[in-house]
């Protein structure tokens, strides 16, 4: 197992996400199957991964309950424990005290030796950074009292939400948990956050490094690319060799749903193989084939906007489509348009197609946004 430095501790370069345990429903995420889940747990730990990431909402509330059984066998010195406050529901904002001592007793410990602000987000952001709810200072307290080791964020927001929390506190974060692959690095513009990240020297935790299982497999030809370049490598772990090159990232989180992807994805962090300049070059070029056809190509340079009667921000709204339209569905995209007001929205769009008659591009506009509304609808 690769370990990476993380101020006096040596963390797996590989954690383990409890987001997508095995189960046993049919039709959802609950029950967890708790004997494969302590298998898994038990090779985790005996292969050398030493840190466990869950969260208040993940299997609607039981993950940390069942890892932290899991985990009552072990020394509490032998793992790293993350868990989040869950201000992604808004409505949890002034509980900050109420649901921390819950997660103590959910995952049967005395303290978290990391702790996050999850998921940082448009609609949020303001709520985290409001006085009046007492959440950093209560953290901090927490962290001074020894309940809480290392403080950090998630973040699903753009980079002007990022730049804006870290402004208010990124003197506090020790950590930040993005969303990153080879996939997102331009399309999620997740490069910017990794700079951004690596200008305030934050050492950067990535979730959704196989986008959700999109680069567990790919079209014969792209991998026959990358057979040609490495020969004994599968596809999945081009996932991670890519994330090993990216300056700044220390833990790498994988949702593991069975012993086998767990098997695998331990046999390729025995080894820190980070891309070359040419097996970079490849792998970024077979991202945007991926996205070639999915999505509409958009430039933002932003004549729509001035000619929108509505003052819709256009090229942000077709990202979103874009996003959303790619990945099938997922939270991203309506929670970003949650946080517009309703005449911002794309349902506010009059189809006037002012906005077409200006476009470089030659975009339906207008039909992306009725098409887009449809979808939110669903």
């Known amino acids: 197992m690769i370990y990476k430095k993380f101020q006096d501790l040596e963390l797996s370069n590989l954690g383990l996400g409890t987001m997508r345990l095995p189960n046993k429903g049919k039709n959802g995420d609950i029950p967890i199957d708790e004997e494969e889940t302590e298998k898994m747990v038990d ?7 030493n840190y466990f990431d869950t969260a208040w909402g993940y299997h609607s509330g039981e993950s940390e309950k069942v890892i932290g059984k899991i985990l009552k066998k072990y020394p509490r010195d032998k793992f790293y ?15 900050v005290e109420e649901i921390f001592e819950k997660q103590l007793l959910k995952c049967q410990v005395d303290y978290f030796d990391f702790y996050l602000f999850h998921n940082v987000y448009e609609k949020n952001v303001d709520y985290y950074l409001d006085p009046k709810y007492g959440i950093l200072d209560y953290l901090l307290k927490q962290k001074e009292n020894g309940r809480i080791k290392h403080l950090g964020f998630s973040i699903h927001g753009s980079q002007e939400v990022l730049k804006k929390f870290l402004n208010a506190y990124g003197k506090y974060m020790e950590f930040c948990q993005i969303q990153l692959n080879y996939l997102d690095f331009e399309f999620q513009d997740a490069k910017s956050k990794v700079e951004l990240l690596n200008e305030y020297s934050i050492p950067i935790w990535v979730m959704e490094p196989l986008r959700g299982g999109k680069l567990a497999k790919l079209q014969k030809e792209d991998e026959d690319k990358l057979k040609e370049l490495r020969p004994s490598e599968e596809v999945p772990a081009w996932a991670f060799r890519f994330l090993q090159t990216i300056p700044g990232v220390t833990m790498i989180l994988s949702g593991m749903s069975n012993i086998k992807q767990l098997q695998d994805n331990i046999n390729t962090f025995k080894e820190d193989k980070p891309l070359n300049e040419e097996e970079m070059k490849t792998i970024l070029e077979i991202s945007q084939k991926m996205l070639k056809g999915n999505i509409l190509p958009c430039t933002a340079c932003r004549y729509c906007t001035a000619h929108c009667p509505k003052g819709i921000d256009i090229p942000k709204i077709l990202a979103l489509y874009n996003e ?55």
């Open 43 to 49: 090779y985790a730990i005996k292969n050398g991964i």
């Open 81 to 95: 424990l993350a868990t989040k406050f869950p201000g992604y529901d808004i409505s949890n904002m002034d509980k």
């Open 324 to 378: 959303h339209k790619f990945t099938g569905g997922g939270f991203i995209a309506p929670m970003a348009i949650s946080a517009l007001p309703d005449d911002k929205k794309p349902s506010a769009c009059i189809g006037c197609r002012s906005c077409e008659a200006v476009c470089p591009q030659q975009l339906k506009i207008s039909e992306a946004m009725k098409d887009f509304t449809d979808l939110l609808n669903k």
